[in-house]
Nanobody, 123 residues
Framework: QVQLVESGGQLVQPGGSLRLSCAAS????????MGWFRQAPGKEREFVAA????????YYVDIVKGRFTISRDNAKNTVYLQMNSLKPEDTANYYC????????????????WGQGTQVTVSS
């Protein structure tokens, strides 16, 4: 069983930065590939980024590549999403998720989800 709790979402101006955190309650955090997803009102949930169990492998969808950075601290059971150069279209509820599978480029297979943290980019 994996419990995930996101934090760090807030209102930020366009061009600003935020760092989201996701704390995991799990026996062995390093068993899991971790991902970030987001869902804007009226839109489907979309895959944003993922990181391998060791942290050496990362994947980003094109629309966030170069602006977002995913990282993890296995000693703290925490995964992060550093978001820079934020745009209004980044406004969404951001979720972290965990899966046992190792394919970081795939959005499939995530079976543990947090409750989400709201990010609003607006002036």
């Amino acid at each position: 069983q994996v419990q995930l709790v996101e934090s760090g979402g807030q209102l930020v101006q366009p061009g600003g930065s935020l760092r989201l955190s996701c704390a995991a309650s799990v026996r062995t955090f390093s068993d899991y590939t971790m991902g970030w997803f987001r869902q804007a009102p009226g839109k489907e949930r979309e895959f944003v980024a993922a990181i391998s169990w060791s942290g050496t492998g990362t994947y980003y969808v094109d629309i966030v590549k170069g602006r977002f950075t995913i990282s993890r601290d296995n000693a703290k059971n925490t995964v992060y999403l550093q978001m820079n150069s934020l745009k209004p279209e980044d406004t969404a509820n951001y979720y972290c998720a965990a899966k046992v599978g190792s394919r970081i480029s795939s959005a499939a297979g995530y079976n543990y989800w947090g409750q989400g943290t709201q990010v609003t980019v607006s002036s």
